[in-house]
């Protein structure tokens, strides 16, 4: 596609459901990113992917959340039993290359998550 | 630990005329990356301008510049001849290695007619 796409847009999950957010990056694209963004705030790293290898996780805050890219392009965000706290938006981004020093980041609309 | 501090949280500026929005960072690194991206409302962050820490020419783009100061780790971005589409949150990016990349929390940017 032409750009990085995301879906669904907007989510609402009762507290204590499951959800799964889904990232089509550009096609050829090995880097792969999860930000979550509070409200009023910056994008913080969740986790990276270089093709189908998870290389970084460490952003994820709990056990509840996982992330997978099985085939090296489509990502899937899932975080397990919701809380409010992870109310946010989720932004994925693609890069062409390996480092982003010279392969720009290319960002998804994101997914707005609210959880009553 | 690598941190981007955005002071402003919010400016405002008239139509046609000139705003500069601060960003400071905190790094041991000599070389790095510094960005400038925009978040319109619908909620795509868009690159506006870059800066490779190694070069001491600051970037420009059309009605976009950098004052890049390396010693004194500040990056701030001029907007000249503001347009009413430049009113966005504007969020400063400092990028090291790998996937090392940083956002501040971000301007909110207001354009008056």
């Known amino acids: 596609g032409a750009g990085v796409s995301q879906s669904p847009r907007y989510k609402v999950a009762k507290r204590g459901q499951d959800v799964a957010l889904r990232c089509d990056p550009i096609s050829g694209h090995v880097s792969l990113f999860w930000y979550q963004q509070a409200l009023g705030q910056g994008p913080e790293f969740l986790t990276y992917f270089q093709n189908e290898a998870q290389l970084d996780k460490s952003g994820l805050p709990s056990d509840r959340f996982f992330a997978e890219r099985p085939e090296g392009s489509v990502s899937t965000l899932k975080i397990q039993r919701t809380q409010q706290e992870d109310s946010a938006v989720y932004l994925c981004?693609?890069?062409?290359?390996?480092?982003?020093?010279?392969?720009?980041?290319?960002f998804g609309n994101g997914t707005r998550l609210t959880v009553t | 630990a690598q941190t981007v501090t955005q002071s402003q949280p919010e400016m405002s500026v008239q139509e046609a005329e000139t705003v500069t929005l601060s960003c400071t960072y905190d790094t041991s690194e000599s070389d790095y990356y510094l960005f400038w991206y925009k978040q319109p409302p619908s909620r795509q962050m868009i690159l506006v301008i870059r800066q490779e820490a190694y070069k001491q020419q600051n970037a420009t783009e059309n009605r976009f510049s950098v004052n890049f100061q390396k010693a004194a780790k500040s990056f701030s971005l001029k907007i000249s001849d503001s347009q009413l589409g430049d009113a966005a949150m504007y969020f400063c990016?400092?990028?090291?290695?790998?996937?090392?990349?940083?956002f501040g929390s971000g301007t909110k940017l207001n354009v008056k007619p």
């Open positions: 981004a693609s890069s062409l290359g390996q480092g982003l020093g010279d392969s720009p980041l290319h």
């Open positions: 990016a400092y990028y090291y290695n790998f996937n090392k990349f940083y």
